[in-house]
């Protein structure tokens, strides 16, 4: 494991603190994010000359901190306005979707997505679709936000504990407009027990880890703990090794 990837407290509390301002400074949450990410990969293997997929990668955030590890580095996204959100799209770009990659089979030597498969309507089929595609021997990455978390519905939370539609209406009556997130059109319900149950069944690669993405090693045994593990883990995190 690289000696600056740890997470213990202090990473948890700098994650959040850098949270909090996704809103208002999204380049500096996901500048972080993207930074934290790459070395939480690296402890797995390295990336130099390595060719990343980063499905559902946006604007391209994440660009700087993978090519400064040796990576090339391609993202995809579904939505053309999502993708040149903050400047022009990433050179390479591919506009595509992630539960139908355009891609061949074993063609990429690792698979990324962050925060994207609570956003997608069949997200188990989008994590075979990132398994498919990576070599044999590739890492594939897959995080999500859980919808009991506190966070689940996104800028309409925590009100979505009473219900995803509930939140979207009375987020609309409050501010005049939707939410970026609808409940059933580009937010949806998935919890830490479909992630884990995906890990289990699926036969293409080895789980190298299934972990609380923003928390410290010593709070992972929530997700021993059924209900518990859906409330507090925020985010899940899945890693794999293509068989």
């Known amino acids: 494991m690289p000696d600056d990837f740890s997470p213990d407290l202090a990473r948890s509390v ?38 990343v997929l980063d499905v559902g990668g946006g604007p391209g955030y994440f660009a700087r901190a993978f090519r400064a590890a040796g990576a090339t580095y391609t993202p995809l996204d579904a939505d053309l306005g999502e993708l040149s ?33 609570e956003h997608v309507p069949r997200p188990w089929q989008m994590a075979d679709e990132m398994v498919r595609v990576t070599k044999p021997g590739g890492l594939v990455f897959i995080s999500y936000t859980l919808w009991f978390g506190p966070w689940g519905g996104h800028e309409t939370a925590p009100w979505h504990f009473l219900g995803g539609r509930y939140a979207a209406r009375r987020y609309e009556r409050k501010h005049g407009h939707p939410p970026k997130n609808v409940y059933g059109e580009s937010l949806f319900a998935v919890t830490a027990a479909g992630g884990l149950r995906w890990a289990e069944q699926q036969t293409a690669a080895d789980v190298l880890g299934v972990v609380p993405r923003y928390l410290p090693r010593w709070s992972w045994w929530v997700l021993r703990v059924p209900v518990l593990r859906e409330l507090v883990t925020w985010n899940l995190a899945v890693v794999l090794r293509k068989r």
């Open 85 to 117: 959100a903050a400047t022009e799209p990433e050179p390479g770009t591919v506009l595509g979707s992630g539960m139908e990659l355009p891609f061949r089979d074993d063609s990429l030597d690792v698979t990324y997505s962050s925060n994207v498969l």
């Open 14 to 51: 700098r994650l959040f603190r850098a949270f909090r301002v996704e809103q208002t400074d999204p380049a500096h949450f996901y500048g972080t994010l993207a930074e934290d990410s790459v070395r939480q990969l690296s402890s797995y293997g390295s990336l130099e000359g390595a060719r």
